[in-house]
């Protein structure tokens, strides 16, 4: 299976940034996308952003598009994501995950998943 380990997260005021990581290792040669979602208090888990391993697609979610942008380093095999101008509504657990096999469309749906890091947390304040 794949091992997804997070780092990154923490406490940060309204308008700074951020980078969150996540390392793969185990059976990942057929990773089709990464992505990142996230878990308010109270609410389901949010998608926020996700792109293809191999080729140029990402995407975003509207709550974020602008701010954030997504990464991938091959050598270190991690999947990363800067947040700029962070806002108190962005304080969320942030969970890593990970998409293996062949696929027709970027993943948005956490069903669509296949394994999932443990969470790191954000708070942003204001």
């Known amino acids: 299976q794949v091992q997804l380990v997070e780092s990154g997260g923490g406490l940060v005021q309204a308008g700074d940034s951020l980078t969150l990581s996540c390392a793969a290792s185990?059976?990942?040669?057929?990773?089709?996308?990464m992505g990142w979602f996230r878990q308010a208090p109270g609410k389901q888990r949010e998608f926020v952003a996700a792109?293809?391993?191999?080729?140029?697609?990402?995407d975003y979610a509207d709550s974020v598009k602008g701010r954030s942008a997504i990464s991938r380093n091959y050598f270190n095999n991690t999947m990363n994501l800067q947040m700029n101008n962070l806002k108190p509504e962005d304080t969320a657990v942030y969970y890593c995950?990970?998409?293996?096999?062949?696929?027709?469309?970027?993943?948005?749906?956490?069903?669509?998943?296949?394994?999932w890091g443990q969470g790191t947390q954000v708070t942003v304040s204001s």
């Open positions: 995950t990970i998409k293996l096999g062949g696929y027709y469309r970027l993943p948005k749906r956490d069903f669509e998943y296949d394994f």
């Open positions: 792109l293809r391993w191999l080729g140029s697609t990402a």
């Open positions: 185990g059976r990942t040669s057929s990773t089709f996308a």
